[in-house]
């Protein structure tokens, strides 16, 4: 097995499992990963589920065996091979629980474009990123879905075409991570977004996120019919109910 999951109570966490690689993945690990993200996904007790990496490292995108061996098959068998990849961070793009990303470590390549999947990532101020696709006469294609929307045009191409490696400060000021901590302060951090997001209403978090991919793919008359059908049947659901009513008495709603 490539991944390591492990549960406290609504909290799952799925660690990439191959330090002696730097957590690169294969098409073993691609398979494992959209398996485990499509299983906690329909877990009606999980409610985060927080990604990172065994060892020093977050994961260093494509092993290098792995990407060897496409370049022997043939142009049908790559798109298979490019289907599953993007279909593994696709899962993780549009699993409706909360995915925190615990960036313990270097995060390059398919890694980068990990931590662009998830809803927060938290990193330590020693980890360091890159798209360095370029430099082995590669591109970042599939990732590119992912870490375009998040970091925006610009970046997205300057840091494409010069494949260089940059702190997790640049990594949070360009959107990429939304926090930077000391080392011996990542784990408290990302537990306490953890715990944070538990007091969000599950069925909201699920359909706000649903929302922000309608509004950013769809044309913007019909994102708008989207979002206010979308509203009323919010404002109409039981959570929507409960929330309110837990308001107004000043005391925690039910998921709280």
């Given at each position: ?7 406290n109570g ?6 990439l499992d ?12 691609i ?7 499509d299983?906690?996904s ?10 990172t990496?065994a060892?020093e490292?977050?994961?260093a995108?494509?092993d ?10 043939t ?5 298979a ?12 793009w ?5 995915v ?17 999947c998830?809803?927060?990532?938290i990193?330590?101020d020693?980890a ?6 370029v430099k082995?006469?590669l ?14 045009v610009?970046?997205?191409r300057?840091l494409?075409v ?10 949070f000021e ?11 302060e990542l784990?408290?951090t990302?537990m306490e977004i ?5 007091t969000s209403?599950?069925d909201?978090i699920?359909t706000?996120?649903r929302?922000?991919?309608?509004v950013?793919?769809s044309?913007?008359?019909a ?6 059908e ?20 000043r005391r925690r709603p039910?998921?709280a």
């Amino acid at each position: 097995m490539t991944l390591h999951i492990t549960h406290n109570g609504p909290i799952a966490t799925v660690t990439l499992d191959r330090p002696e690689v730097h957590n690169a993945f294969d098409a073993a690990m691609i398979v494992e990963m959209r398996a485990a993200f499509d299983a906690l996904s329909g877990d009606e007790h999980v409610r985060v589920i927080v990604l990172t990496g065994a060892g020093e490292s977050f994961c260093a995108g494509g092993d290098m065996r792995w990407m060897q061996s496409a370049m022997e098959l043939t142009f049908e068998d790559n798109m298979a091979d490019a289907s599953a990849l993007a279909a593994m961070f696709e899962t993780i793009w549009t699993c409706p629980k909360v995915v925190l990303g615990r960036i313990n470590g270097a995060a390059i390549g398919g890694g980068a474009g990990l931590a662009a999947c998830c809803d927060l990532a938290i990193a330590a101020d020693t980890a360091r990123f890159g798209f360095g696709e370029v430099k082995i006469g590669l591109v970042p294609a599939v990732i590119a879905q992912y870490v375009v929307p998040k970091i925006g045009v610009s970046q997205a191409r300057a840091l494409f075409v010069s494949g260089e490696r940059f702190s997790a400060e640049r990594a949070f000021e360009i959107g990429l991570i939304h926090g930077v901590v000391p080392p011996e302060e990542l784990d408290a951090t990302v537990m306490e977004i953890a715990q944070r997001c538990l007091t969000s209403a599950p069925d909201a978090i699920t359909t706000i996120k649903r929302v922000v991919d309608v509004v950013w793919e769809s044309e913007r008359l019909a994102a708008q019919r989207f979002v206010v059908e979308m509203l009323a049947r919010v404002r109409t659901g039981n959570e929507a109910r409960e929330g309110i009513a837990a308001f107004k008495a000043r005391r925690r709603p039910p998921w709280a």
